[in-house]
């Protein structure tokens, strides 16, 4: 495989490395089993430092698409099988205790900038904010959040895909009453318990699928009689398991076998992974099979009460139709001062602190 990397493209080398092995490896042009170069020898055929290619590799590691053996190299470990393809060969996963729940903002919230930003609204729209917001959710808030998504998650939209609701729970609603109580949702055993709760209590049939330590187990997915599938492949909770790259490509296999198969992605947390740890998201790689939510719960605070989600496109089309009459849980004041936190950077400077503060075990 010939690697095109450009110090004047305007990526990091390092990543534009990481996305040729990638595409290479998905594709089976890289098969599973074959011996990468070493660090020095790809080094120097690319021309780049070998901490580069380092690099490169261990976000490789992390992700599941390689695996380093020791004294022996770099080899391709996406596609391979594992034990847990046999349910009784893989013993049941050990999960930690659950981690306590969000219920109050952490020691470092900056209350000076969101006072800030909440005056200038005040000042600013004055009495805009007493409008009624659109159905969907502003117009400039559903914009910034098109260019917030492509710049943080790879994700690729146009504002008319996007609905801003009142949290996790109210979306979760909305997917039902899109897609109907005819069908059967799969779900992760464990997960966050609101998830299978709205579900039934929407009128839905529940299906609980065991899941392993990088994702669903095999045998728990090719036996799913569901069609829809809700998970959450960045620390999933109460597990604390991230799904494996193969397991999200799984995820989206299953998902292209029958055309009436959706997944419901809920990427709550994502935003705190590390900088070089790059998650692909299930709508990236499949935007017409994926339903992706997200809130502002952790980022945030819990008092926060604003998610979206973004539909695919020929769902926001049904959407609108079907449901675009209902208004939007989230009042004006609360969508303009959040559409400032994102576009002026103050969230994303925020979680970086807080992401520094986690690597050092501090809260």
């Not at 597990?239 to 076998?257: F, L």
């Not at 790689?285 to 339903?291: E, G, M, T």
Request: hydrophobic letters at 35%; one cysteine or more; aromatic letters at 10%.
């Amino acid at each position: 495989m010939k690697y095109s990397i450009d110090p004047e493209r305007g990526e990091s080398l390092y990543l534009q490395l990481y996305h040729e092995l990638k595409q290479g490896i998905v594709t089976g042009e890289l098969p599973a089993g074959m011996k990468l170069p070493s660090k020095r020898v790809m080094a120097e055929e690319l021309n780049i430092s070998v901490i580069t290619v380092e690099h490169s590799y261990g976000l490789l590691v992390d992700e599941g698409y390689i695996e380093s053996r020791e004294k022996s190299g770099y080899y391709v470990c996406f596609g391979i099988e594992t034990p847990e393809t046999d349910a009784k060969a893989e013993p049941e996963a050990d999960f930690p205790d659950p981690p306590e729940p969000i219920t109050e903002a952490p020691e470092d919230f900056p209350f000076s900038v969101l006072s800030r930003v909440m005056r200038r609204v005040l000042a600013d729209k004055e009495r805009q904010i007493l409008s009624k917001s659109p159905n969907s959710g502003l117009q400039v808030l559903r914009e910034t959040l098109t260019r917030y998504l492509l710049r943080t998650r790879g994700i690729r939209v146009l504002p008319s895909q996007i609905v801003i609701g009142s949290g996790a729970e109210y979306l979760y609603s909305l997917i039902v009453q899109l897609l109907g109580t005819d069908r059967r949702y799969a779900v992760e055993n464990p997960c966050y318990d609101r998830i299978p709760a709205v579900y039934g209590a929407s009128g839905a049939e529940v299906e609980a699928l065991e899941l392993g330590k990088e994702g669903i187990r095999t045998a728990a997915l090719q036996s799913c009689t569901a069609s829809v599938l809700h998970v959450t492949p960045w620390d999933s909770f109460p597990s604390g398991v991230t799904a494996s790259a193969a397991k999200r490509h799984a995820y989206i296999s299953w998902a292209k076998k029958d055309e009436d198969r959706l997944i419901v992605e809920d990427d709550y947390g994502s935003e705190f992974a590390s900088p070089t740890r790059q998650i692909d998201t299930l709508f990236a790689l499949a935007p017409d099979r994926v339903i992706y939510i997200n809130t502002f719960t952790k980022t945030l605070a819990p008092s926060m009460r604003m998610g979206y989600m973004v539909l695919p496109p020929h769902l926001a089309a049904e959407f609108h139709e079907k449901l675009g009459f209902y208004s939007c849980t989230v009042p004006v004041f609360e969508q303009y001062v959040l559409e400032e936190l994102i576009r002026e950077g103050h969230l994303e400077r925020y979680i970086s602190v807080r992401k520094r503060k986690m690597k050092s075990g501090r809260r």
